[in-house]
Nanobody
Framework: QVQLVESGGGLVQAGDSLRLSCAAS????????ISWFRQAPGKEREFVAG?????????YYTDSVKGRFTITRDIAKRTVYLRMNSLKPQDTAVYYC???????????????????WGQGTQVTVSS
């Protein structure tokens, strides 16, 4: 199965930037989408950004991060990055990388759409 390992989280101040990395291993050819989710304390895990039709497909973002976050890929390294600029305290969460096999009628923005998850990396933004 696909294994995912996140890194790059940390404690930053509002307005700072961070870059998260997600290194994938195993049969990544079976992945149809690779995305970032986040979960803040007491809240549901939410979609942040994703690459659909991995590895050459388009990128998608949730509205709250558009213009601030950028998801990119290094196909040779099988690594997905999330560049986060202009961070806000409300971006504080555990960030997870996830991979999904192809599914009919899926938009790949729901937690239930994903089959493989990393362990998560904490991002804390202080005001």
């Amino acid at each position: 199965q696909v294994q995912l390992v996140e890194s790059g989280g940390g404690l930053v101040q509002a307005g700072d930037s961070l870059r998260l990395s997600c290194a994938a291993s195993g049969p990544t050819y079976s992945a149809h989408a690779i995305s970032w989710f986040r979960q803040a304390p007491g809240k549901e895990r939410e979609f942040v950004a994703g690459i659909i039709n991995w590895p050459y497909g388009s990128t998608y973002y949730t509205d709250s991060v558009k213009g601030r976050f950028t998801i990119t890929r290094d196909i040779a390294k099988r690594t997905v990055y999330l560049r986060m600029n202009s961070l806000k305290p409300q971006d504080t969460a555990v960030y997870y990388c996830a991979a999904a096999r192809e599914k009919a009628y899926s938009e790949y923005t729901g937690r239930k759409d994903y089959d493989y998850w990393g362990q998560g990396t904490q991002v804390t933004v202080s005001s």
